[in-house]
């Protein structure tokens, strides 16, 4: 109660520049605390350093402009990693602003790695009716995409090479602030036994808990803290 009293004397000059040391020092003085990576996050890590160059990744990435702050570091930290591992991988949005400001962050990170657009990997750009669409899908992967983004035949493109249904996709990554998740679990990682992660925003990261802990994913990156720890 004493040090209540106290705090009511002081001058409020004194209280504010304490308030400003405190925000600039930082800038100046960085502290570097250590990291420690979560099972889940350690286990999303795994699945993606087990492919082999050439494996065929599926990137959903469905998110938009209003969770950028979570869904955009993830979104980089595995491109990045997809990209190092020299994996070919192709984006589906289910979401209007996905493919857009995923790209976005691909153009950046190809020119680092080398990545070239319809060799390595693909936009297969949004798509609507997640349900009805995955669910031919499936079967017949370049037949129901059809085109890229830049109106390209998806049969024709080197990246889709031996990708004919969705047995040939070594993994699934699933980029998203909704449960998005589910319809692919129960469409297409469930129904053809393909691996699949999941970086969701922190919001509902206990609810995907549950897929993880029944096995039913492989791994999950928990919002803006995962994207950190990968």
Known sequence: MNILRLLQTVDRRVIYVLLMLSVTIP???????????????????????????GDFVLLSVDWEAGTRGENGPQTEAVVTHLM??????????????????????????????????????????????AKNYLKGFVQDVPGVIKTTTKGEPVANLEVMKGIKTAKDINLIINVTPSNIYATYIQF????????????????????VFNYLDSKQIVGMMPGLPGAGEY
Do not use: H
């Open 27 to 53: 800038f100046f003085l960085p502290i570097r605390l250590p990291m420690k990576v979560s099972p889940a996050t350690q286990a999303f890590y795994n699945a993606v350093e087990e492919l082999k160059p």
């Open 84 to 129: 190092r591992k020299k994996c070919r991988f192709a984006m589906l949005s289910f979401q209007p602003q996905g493919p857009k400001i995923s790209q976005l962050i691909v153009d950046r990170l190809a020119k680092e790695y080398g990545y070239r657009d319809g060799i390595d990997w693909v936009n297969w750009g949004y798509r609507v009716d």
């Open 188 to 207: 297409v990682a469930g129904a053809k036994k393909i691996p699949m992660v999941v970086a969701p925003t922190s919001v509902i990261v206990p609810e």
